[in-house]
């Protein structure tokens, strides 16, 4: 078992950063896949970012380039980085770690104003 704890979110204007952050319970070294996924009011959740075990990334389309994730052993965190936000970036926020089993965390609300 593992809770996740995100922080960071907020309300930016368009173009401006957050750095969200994803604070585990226990060590995150053993787990598999650690990914960012969003909400946007009325739509079904999205993966928006992902990182295997072996530090491969996967990021969707629209945040390429613009997004980053990575991860602190030491600190038992995963983070995104958010640059140049867009308005249509605005919904919760979860993260996400897998080893035999999934868990999530509580979400962030990011709200990027125009």
């Known amino acids: 078992q593992v809770q996740l704890v995100e922080s960071g979110g907020g309300l930016v204007q368009a173009g401006g950063s957050l750095r969200l952050s994803c604070a585990a319970s226990?060590?995150?070294?053993?787990?598999?896949?650690m990914g960012w996924y969003r909400q946007p009011p009325g739509k079904q959740r999205e993966l928006v970012a992902e990182?295997?075990?072996?530090?491969?990334?996967n990021y969707t389309d629209s945040v390429k380039g613009r997004f980053g994730i990575w991860r602190d052993i030491a600190e038992n965190t995963v983070y995104l980085q958010m640059d140049r936000l867009k308005p249509e970036d605005t919904a919760v926020y979860y993260c996400?770690?897998?080893?035999?089993?999934?868990?999530w965390g509580q979400g962030t609300q990011v709200t990027v104003s125009s």
């Open positions: 996400r770690v897998q080893d035999h089993f999934s868990y």
């Open positions: 226990r060590s995150i070294a053993s787990f598999n896949r």
């Open positions: 990182m295997a075990s072996g530090l491969s990334t």
